[in-house]
């Protein structure tokens, strides 16, 4: 072999990057405002579905398309001849592709920042993973003629999904990094004490609505519990919630300033307030769809506030370092 062969075998080859390189280049090296727009979509779009899948429960239309994936039989979209039920239905379902659209989106506004924050990445794809095992189990539920079990998980996981969300747009805003706590151990634990109730509170209200006129149709099963003696039980940690909330947000003025906790604390009683009003209201007045629609979404903005107020029991470790890299990388941008 020639020495001129030789060298332009070790010579390194420069040639165009292949395509999913060149798509890894293209995306965005840093957080700015479309991944923060993102953010706050992937947290609106899980809430805007949980107010869908209850018109869908409220409006007896939980099998308005009688086979999944597809509408009926023969049909992927619904049939005249389903009528009003089928569209309800098959909107939801259409809203589900949005939800894993702006997840995937969302995912790759951060993609290229994983070796810095796999803490993104890994919340959208647990989004996204969340997304579609909430299809499935939406298929499981018109399988299994929305038995009130897995109408009460569906939900269940929605709230869950919207309490990741929450995370994320956290995240997103927040300096990277190690965290502490701020606040003292009894302030914590009243405050965990309080999350504690609101997931209380949420599942006895999914036991309620599989027990009442609202779990899905006529034909619909219910879970067996007598609806007016568990509206009594579900009132229970709701206001034992409001009454811990209460003492949060009085304590929240002693909190280190930078933590924000009067301004989250706040907003987390705001919902809780209006939530309590809504049920009461909807109780007395014969459980209006509209209602009680309010309600559901209402319960799970109420999730993403108890979640708001537990991440800002932290605050970011700022060292000198990473003070210094803060101020490079904003004026970079």
Known sequence: ?????????????????????????????????????????????????????????????????????????DSLVPTRELGIHGLIEFGNRTLTGVLVIVALLAFLSVARLTPRRPDLTGLTLAVGGGIILQAVIGGVTVWMHLHPSIVGLHYLISAALVAVSAVYVHRVHAVPGPRRRLVTPGYAALVHLTSAAVLVTVVVGILLTGAGPHAGDDEAARNGLDPVFWQHVHSWPAYATLALTLAIVALSFRMPRELGLPRWTALLLAVEVVQIAVGLWQARTGLPIVLVNIHMVLAVCLVAAMTAVVLHLKAAVITPERASAEERRTAAS
């Open 1 to 73: 072999m020639s020495q001129a062969t030789s060298d332009a075998a070790t010579e390194p080859q420069t040639g165009r990057p292949g395509p999913w390189r060149r798509l890894l280049e293209r995306l965005p090296h840093r957080i700015g405002r479309g991944t923060r727009v993102l953010a706050w979509l992937v947290l609106a779009s899980n809430i805007l579905i949980v107010g869908t899948g209850g018109l869908v429960r409220l409006t007896g239309s939980g099998m308005g398309c009688e086979t999944w994936p597809y509408c009926t039989a």
